[in-house]
């Protein structure tokens, strides 16, 4: 046996005779620090998922975590058996995250506070590929390093239980060791300033003041997804919303390229006062060698219209084209490569980085749009640059996903742009900027009120805040 293996396999083993001798029930203090770490992995684990816990110990965190089916797998016997009596609905087997093998895979695999204790982190973040499919994350918390004397306090004084010899391993290092075993990190968030109970100070403070704080937070979230993904060739559908765009209909079905599979061209029109719909009417006739769709929208805004068009479409990848044809639509197979490929699950076009048509964006339209993009990174926690380029690209899965999900954030968006970001987010997809040329309109005049519009905006962002990250 290599002496790594032997090196191995004694850590593990002392790890293990530290739990078999540990208490199953954990302290007061331990449990309210639990039951904080359940609130955040409930944001987000959605409740039909199938999670895998390794490290659940006695099952104290998962018996409080969302999930259709829950598995938990730890070195110690003793603490297995009391998960077992703690989540009667749940299977647990006596394993190490090193060397786990079960006939299943997951959509959510939950390490909590356990990497600190592992033999080897890369060859257990390897391992757990074989329990993965393509669209599973993997959900890391971890101390925060400058939290190290005040927990070693905390022992010390006995209101925290000793622990076995750990690593302390830092964010930085997290990442390369994602990056060795082929996982990608998308967000990491510092949660909980306090965790433990202080007269109901400690969930204001964790709610509204350690967003603001998060270099003094006890725990760090990461959210990981797979990195590698088989390629395919999947069809898409582009979904047109016109409004009053009579002169771009032509070129936009001449202009856009056929992608994947199959590309079908699905026009939404939405109460035109010149002649759009007679236009899409007369383009789907004089094209029948094209896939095209028309329909017209009973509602407003062009996030309806979005979504009355999405509910059409038969492609596996979805995408949003502008009439006004600002954004090239020879661009659109950037936008596919990155969804083909695997890169991300949700591109964004972002016209902020190419130099612009002199008259193609507004110099206050320009700021806003820098102001939207900075706010955005911070509550989503990924970076993202412009929010509100009309065009942006998901899988049909997802969206069906975005949409049955819509409850939580509410129909309240008439654009759509905000509606599919805070939908993804809250999904944990990886969001991708996808930057273009953004071109001056050559027909027509734009449907965006600055002011009004401006304002619903921000108030949505103001909202969705709320729900996303003083949670």
Not at 29 to 51: D, E, G, M, T, W
Not at 126 to 138: D, G, N, P, Y
Not at 181 to 195: D, G, K, S
Not at 232 to 241: E, F, H, R
Request: proline share 5%; glycine share 6%; aromatic share 10%.
């Amino acid at each position: 046996m290599p002496k790594t293996a032997n090196i191995t396999q004694r850590h593990l083993e002392s790890i293990q005779t530290f739990f078999d001798q540990a208490p199953t029930q954990a302290g007061f203090f331990a449990r309210n620090y639990r039951r904080l770490l359940a609130h955040y992995y409930n944001l987000l684990i959605p409740k039909q998922a199938s999670v895998l816990e390794i490290g659940c110990g006695s099952g104290e965190l998962l018996a409080h975590i969302h999930g259709r089916r829950k598995v938990g797998v730890d070195l110690s016997a003793r603490q297995i058996e009391a998960a077992k009596i703690r989540i009667p609905e749940g299977e647990f087997h006596v394993q190490a995250g090193e060397t786990l093998e079960l006939e299943e895979s997951f959509d959510y695999i939950i390490i909590s506070e356990t990497l600190n204790f592992a033999a080897d982190v890369q060859l257990l973040l390897a391992q757990i590929h074989r329990h993965a499919h393509e669209h599973t994350r993997v959900v890391i918390n971890y101390y925060s390093n400058l939290w190290r004397p005040f927990l070693s306090l905390a022992t010390w004084l006995g209101f925290r239980k000793s622990q076995p010899q750990s690593s302390w391993i830092s964010t930085a290092d997290l990442r390369n060791f994602l990056a060795l075993a082929e996982w990608q990190p998308m967000t990491i968030q510092a949660r909980i300033l306090v965790p433990f109970p202080c007269l109901g100070l400690d969930t204001l403070i964790n709610r509204w003041i350690a967003p603001w704080l998060t270099w003094f937070c006890l725990t760090v979230f990461c959210v990981a997804r797979p990195a590698r993904k088989t390629p395919g060739q999947p069809s898409v559908s582009v979904v047109i919303p016109a409004r009053n765009e009579a002169g771009n209909i032509e070129a936009a079905v001449l202009r856009t390229p056929q992608m994947g599979a199959g590309t079908e061209l699905i026009f939404v029109e939405g109460n035109s006062t010149d002649h759009t719909w007679a236009e899409i009417q007369r383009v789907a006739a004089a094209y029948p060698d094209h896939n095209i769709k028309i329909m017209q929208q009973s509602g407003k805004g062009k996030g309806d219209a979005v979504r009355k068009g999405f509910a059409a479409a038969t492609g596996d990848i979805l995408m949003i084209l502008d009439a006004d044809l600002t954004m090239p639509p020879e661009e659109l197979p950037k936008f596919y490569e990155v969804l083909a490929s695997g890169r991300a699950e949700f591109a964004n076009g972002c016209r902020l980085v190419y130099p612009m048509d002199q008259a193609a964006m507004q110099f206050l339209n320009l700021c806003a749009n820098k102001t939207f993009g900075l706010l955005f990174t911070w509550l989503l926690g990924q970076p993202l640059k412009d929010t509100l380029c009309g065009t942006k690209v998901l899988s049909r899965a997802h969206y069906e996903q975005i949409a049955a999900n819509r409850s939580y954030f509410g129909d309240f968006d008439p654009f759509g742009d905000f509606d599919l970001l805070f939908g993804a987010a809250k999904l944990n997809l990886k969001i991708a900027d996808v930057p273009i040329r953004y071109k001056e309109r050559t027909y027509g005049s734009t449907n965006i009120h600055r002011w009004s519009h401006g304002w619903l905006l921000l108030r949505m962002v103001l909202f969705a805040a709320r729900k996303l990250k003083f949670v």
